[in-house]
T-cell receptor, first 116, second 113 residues
Framework: AQSVTQLDSHVSVSEGTPVLLRCNYS??????LFWYVQHPNKGLQLLLK??????LVKGINGFEAEFKKSETSFHLTKPSAHMSDAAEYFC??????????????FGGGTRVLVKP | ETGVTQSPTHLIKTRGQQVTLRCSSQ?????VSWYQQALGQGPQFIFQ???????GRGNFPPRFSGLQFPNYSSELNVNALELDDSALYLC????????????FGPGTRLTVL
């Protein structure tokens, strides 16, 4: 079984300050982990992914995440928030399923508000 | 390169009716996954199709069914609609390897009255 817990349902930051979105996962095998972003009325966009290579993963738009196996965490950070970062963020764990392909299990999401 | 497209954008149905949602996968992708996203929640996996065969299913009843065509486009059918089926339905395509990224379409917003 696999599951994801996003520890904050809402995060509010001021423009130019750091952003931290927390994610813990549970998995009975070596997971692949992702962060997706969803802007209003738009589809999900991949920010970054961890697939058992480097534990510090850099993504698009200045985001990065660190895989910590001992803490079963995959927190997302950005040094300086921009107004365009206001969106819903999902932490996702992936499990291989039969034949090729994988099943994504999403966390409940964290809504980010950026104040000017 | 054309991305994942879904139709229709919005749909309103009444309880007990049937609905068909459509998805065109990204060029070169042979795998399509469907997800249901209820308001204020994360998406939940419904099922996946790989080379026209169902390749895994989430915790959804049999009235949720699907199809994948030789061109890898896909349909999601829901029979006997219930009020709780109101949600955003997302389609994602990928190239079939378990570690590969899934590319999402914009979704179909279904409202059941």
């Amino acid at each position: 079984a696999q599951s994801v817990t996003q520890l904050d349902s809402h995060v509010s930051v001021s423009e130019g300050t750091p952003v931290l979105l927390r994610c813990n996962y549970s998995s009975s095998y070596s997971p692949s982990l992702f962060w997706y972003v969803q802007h209003p009325n738009k589809g999900l966009q991949l920010l970054l992914k961890y697939t058992s290579a480097a534990t510090l993963v850099k993504g698009i738009n200045g985001f990065e995440a660190e895989f910590k196996k001992s803490e079963t965490s995959f927190h997302l950070t950005k040094p300086s928030a921009h107004m365009s970062d206001a969106a819903e963020y999902f932490c996702v764990v992936s499990r291989p399923i039969k034949a090729a392909g994988n099943k994504l299990t999403f966390g409940g999401g964290t809504r980010v508000l950026v104040k000017p | 390169e054309t991305g994942v497209t879904q139709s229709p954008t919005h749909l309103i149905k009444t309880r007990g009716q049937q609905v068909t949602l459509r998805c065109s996968s990204q060029s070169g992708h042979n795998t399509v996954s469907w997800y249901q996203q209820a308001l204020g929640q994360g998406p939940q996996f419904i099922f996946q199709y790989y080379r026209e065969e169902e390749n895994g299913r989430g915790n959804f009843p049999p009235r949720f069914s699907g199809l994948q065509f030789p061109n890898y486009s896909s349909e999601l059918n829901v029979n006997a609609l219930e009020l709780d089926d109101s949600a955003l339905y997302l389609c994602a395509s990928s190239s079939g390897q378990s570690y590969n990224e899934q590319f999402f379409g914009p979704g179909t917003r279904l409202t059941v009255l």
